[in-house]
């Protein structure tokens, strides 16, 4: 599975925009992006997942840049229980889940 | 309807003891996973069943550790002679045959190997 990178930590204020890059220049055709998040002293919790159009649902939208190699995970209306560590993966199938270091972000009142 | 339950949700054991860590899936939900999260870590994949089979277990680091879920839904975690290094979260998660790209997690159990 290719291998994703996420800047160690973000911030953003509450009701605005959280924006969350990640690369994965390695992708290979047939993989996917997910991205799951993790609540303190909760397991992950799925997100979104998409393959290269953009894709959005009541959590969040996921844009995918045209070559694939990044990918940018957008919260639209952030709040408080937002705050969590936010995972970027790529993988094909329906196996395992690697996961990273993640985004730890926090969003301020 | 009821998500992933896993208990107990804390274990203290003791260097040498035996524990076995119990998972519920979601009913239906023919994929279960085990991982383990190390403090400050992401989660790290242990092993994998359908249903019964248990079809890839290459995460699990040593054969201290054991899996199974003989009737296909409830699964075992056991780990032997527990040292202090096993100390870390173990999350379960689990997915339909419908949806397999989407895992369901639960809270996980928080050992602690003293």
């Known amino acids: 599975d290719a291998k994703t990178t996420q800047p160690t930590s973000m911030d953003c204020a509450e009701g605005r925009a959280a924006n969350l890059p990640c690369n994965h220049s390695t992708i290979s055709g047939n993989e996917y992006v997910y991205w799951y998040r993790q609540i303190h002293s909760q397991g992950p919790q799925y997100i979104i997942h998409g393959l290269k159009n953009n894709e959005t649902n009541e959590m969040a939208s996921l844009i995918i840049t045209e070559d694939r190699k990044s990918s940018t995970l957008i919260l639209p209306h952030a709040t408080l229980r937002d705050t969590a560590v936010y995972y970027c993966i790529v993988k094909q199938g329906a196996q395992k889940l690697v996961f990273g270091q993640g985004t730890r972000l926090t969003i301020n009142p | 309807g009821a998500g992933v339950s896993q208990s107990p949700r804390y274990k203290v054991a003791k260097r040498g003891q035996d524990v076995a860590l119990r998972c519920d899936p979601i009913?239906?939900?023919?994929?279960l996973f085990w991982y383990q999260q190390a403090l400050g870590q992401g989660p790290e994949f242990l092993t994998y069943f359908q249903n019964e089979a248990q079809l890839d277990k290459s995460g699990l680091p040593s054969d201290r550790f054991f899996a199974e879920r003989p009737e296909g839904s409830v699964s075992t975690l056991k780990i032997q002679r527990t040292q202090q290094e096993d100390s870390a979260v173990y999350l379960c998660a689990s997915s339909r045959f419908t949806d397999p790209e989407t895992q369901y997690f639960g809270p996980g159990t928080r050992l602690l190997v003293l």
């Open positions: 009913s239906g939900h023919v994929s």
